[in-house]
């Protein structure tokens, strides 16, 4: 099936512990992104690379850290988790950077709690 | 930046009724308004998109307007069914590095 994937699909963690989400596209698509959905439905852009260079970068702390080791893979590494960092991640990816007609196609997120 | 404002954050209908969700956007340089369709527990799924060069397209019962010089966009959806409850948001695309700002979403009830 051509999709965009992402794993693990549910994670529960302990404050203060490292993990990592992964992403996968077999779409072709040149810029993949992650996007944090909190509990009240808000879906806001984190990161976004290009050709795996790193495009968008919002107002994120650094204990988030994307790679992109090719352009078909987004991971996200959480260092330090905080309850706050409770949400659903989604990942995306689209055909180049122009904006228009930038359709984006979204991975089933993941649901990562933190207790 | 972009502000993208999405009105209302609730809306009931009953089957067969129209829905109406508006947004507003705040960047002129924006040329690029797609809505994205989010069941329970699932992905947004794109339902439909627009170009500002374009004022109004439909697809079925959904269809999009857009009003550029007062930098707001609509999403109609007809003949409403109890599958079309799910969360729509509204988007909008910066000129630059393909960045998407999503409204705040509305949670649309179909109820029979």
């Known amino acids: 099936d051509t999709a965009v994937s992402q794993t693990p699909k549910y994670l529960v963690t302990q404050m203060g512990n490292d993990k990592s989400i992964k992403c996968e596209q077999n779409l072709g698509h040149d810029t993949m992104y992650w996007y944090k959905q909190d509990s009240k439905k808000f879906l806001k852009i984190m990161f976004s690379y290009n050709n795996k260079e790193l495009i968008i970068n919002e107002t994120v702390p650094n204990r988030f850290s994307p790679k992109s080791p090719d352009k078909a893979h987004l991971n996200l590494h959480i260092n330090s988790l905080e309850l706050g960092d409770s949400a659903v991640y989604f990942c995306a990816s689209s055909h180049g950077t122009s904006g228009i007609g930038n359709t984006q196609y979204f991975g089933p997120g993941t649901r990562l709690t933190v207790l | 930046g972009e502000n993208v404002e999405q009105h209302p954050s609730t809306l009931s209908v009953q089957e067969g009724d129209s829905a109406v969700i508006k947004c507003t956007y705040s960047?002129?340089?924006?040329?690029?308004f797609p809505w994205y369709k989010q069941e329970l527990g699932k992905r947004p799924q794109l339902i439909i998109d627009?170009?500002?060069?374009?004022g109004e397209k439909k697809d079925q019962r959904i269809a999009v307007t857009l009003n550029k010089t007062a930098k707001h966009f609509s999403l109609h959806i007809t003949e409403t069914q109890p599958e079309d409850s799910a969360v729509y948001f509204c988007a909008a695309n910066t000129g630059t590095a393909s960045k998407l700002t999503f409204g705040t979403g509305t949670r649309l009830q179909v109820t029979l």
């Open positions: 627009i170009r500002s060069n374009v």
């Open positions: 960047d002129s340089a924006s040329n690029y």
